[in-house]
């Protein structure tokens, strides 16, 4: 499985601010008179030493994570924050494939739950308009079919539902259900989020990815796995939410998102060595992420010793993971 972040932002998109980008050009001619770099690519090289912030940023767009797999008959997003215009701008997307560039494409969305942030990049995705192509929508909320419906109407879009509705095709997942989907076998768990989130698990060739965005991870059980399972189990990589500090989340206990110091906990108890930290707190910027990411770090070894084997990550928009 290829896995792909277009946005890991969280509640509503963010822009790099002015002074932001003045303070990376003011680093980045800094590093540039000491260094004896003679090439771009050595230059690069050096950057790469700091920390991410030092002279990028991670994200601006919400949420929409691509799935692209030999095992499966389409491509697959997870949300379609606004991180799905970005897919549709990249040539290496499964949303520009020959199928797509032929007018006869076919995606599917699986969709965590309909908070504007995980819905707003869909009336805007070009495709949708180009008769001949045709989008699965799946996800485990009663009255799916009509919260997407809801976003085509005059009063906030030009464009109506019952222009598309025929290619439109809605898939009612129930609560804790899997799923064969070509060759993967999907399964989705509920978490404890205002409205109920779901958590997705895409399992293909003994390698699994789930993600679990919007979710105080207060409870993390999932009725269909056998006792001791759950929808995290064995998992190769973990997508988490990872919105507040502890202070923040202390001020916001019912936003239902978790504090960092509550996924170190949630990852060490699950066993789960490899996380991606996303649903980024659009408050913290690139700066204060990287703080987070070393909090994190420092939560981990104080708490769980120095060589626990937990690895966190924080994803950079059109980052590609290979699983
Ligand atoms: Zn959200
Ligand atoms: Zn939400």
Request: net charge neutral.
């Amino acid at each position: 499985m290829k896995i792909r972040f277009y946005g890991a932002r969280g509640s509503h998109p963010t822009a790099v601010p002015i002074d932001r980008i003045e303070k990376i050009q003011k680093n980045i001619w800094d590093l540039a008179r000491k260094s004896s770099a003679k090439t771009w690519s050595q230059f690069q090289k050096e950057i790469k030493t700091k920390p991410h912030s030092f002279a990028s940023t991670y994200s601006c767009h919400t949420t929409c994570i691509e799935i692209l797999s030999e095992g499966s008959p389409m491509p697959i997003y997870v949300d379609m924050g606004t991180g799905l215009s970005a897919a549709a701008g990249d040539l290496a997307s499964g949303l520009n494939n020959d199928k797509f560039k032929a007018d006869s494409g076919e995606a599917a969305f699986f969709i965590t739950h309909t908070h504007w942030d995980h819905i707003i990049g869909l009336p805007t995705l070009y495709r949708l308009y180009k008769p001949g192509n045709e989008f699965h929508f799946y996800g485990a909320h009663k009255g799916l079919k009509k919260r997407i419906a809801g976003l085509f109407n005059k009063n906030y879009f030009p464009v109506e539902f019952d222009l598309l509705e025929d290619r439109l095709h809605f898939h009612e997942l129930r609560k804790d259900e899997q799923i064969p989907f070509g060759k993967l076998k999907i399964s989705t768990a509920s978490q404890p989020h205002p409205g109920t989130s779901f958590a997705y698990r895409f399992e293909y060739n003994h390698k699994i990815f789930v993600i679990a965005t919007d979710t105080d991870l207060s409870n993390t059980m999932a009725s269909s796995f056998p006792k001791g399972k759950n929808i995290y189990s064995g998992a190769t990589m973990v997508a988490v939410d990872s919105h507040f500090t502890h202070e923040d989340y202390l001020q916001r206990k019912t936003h239902g998102h978790p504090s960092i110091e509550r996924v170190v906990d949630f990852a060490a108890s699950e066993e789960i060595n490899n996380i991606m930290l996303t649903h980024h707190n659009p408050a913290y910027d690139d700066e204060f992420l990287d703080a987070l990411l070393e909090s994190a770090y420092t939560y981990l070894r104080s708490k769980y010793g120095e060589r626990h084997p937990l690895r966190f990550q924080l994803p950079i928009e059109g980052n590609q993971f290979n699983l």
